[in-house]
């Protein structure tokens, strides 16, 4: 069974940063596809981020130069960076791999994220 933890999640002002960071246990994190969505209250869940096996990466417009993502092999992890941080950014944030047939799919308990003065 494949775990994610999430962690890195918090309360911060406008224009600051927050990394998030999401761990996998198992043998698949190498065949991963690895996303991060957010749910903000009232709101659909978004794909906010997405990297490949070959690192290659795709963000939502709305945090294109904002949000980098990362993954670290090594230490079957994956990073969002989250720089000039704004209030609608405020939302669950959560962690999901998969790979790229639907054969398999899991999910992070979510981390929440707060923007505000």
């Known amino acids: 069974q494949v775990q994610l933890v999430e962690s890195g999640g918090g309360l911060v002002q406008p224009g600051g940063s927050l990394r998030l960071s999401c761990a996998a246990s198992g043998n698949i994190f190498s065949r991963a596809v690895m996303d991060w969505y957010r749910q903000a209250p009232g709101k659909q869940r978004e794909l906010v981020a997405r990297?490949?096996?070959?690192?290659?990466?795709n963000y939502a417009d709305s945090v294109k130069g904002r949000f980098t993502i990362f993954r670290e092999n090594s230490k079957n992890t994956v990073y969002l960076q989250m720089n000039t941080l704004k209030p609608e950014d405020t939302a669950v944030y959560y962690c999901?791999?998969?790979?790229?047939?639907?054969?398999?799919?899991?999910w992070g308990q979510g981390t929440q994220v707060t923007v505000s003065s």
């Open positions: 999901n791999v998969h790979d790229y047939y639907g054969t398999w799919d899991y």
């Open positions: 990297i490949d096996t070959g690192g290659n990466t």
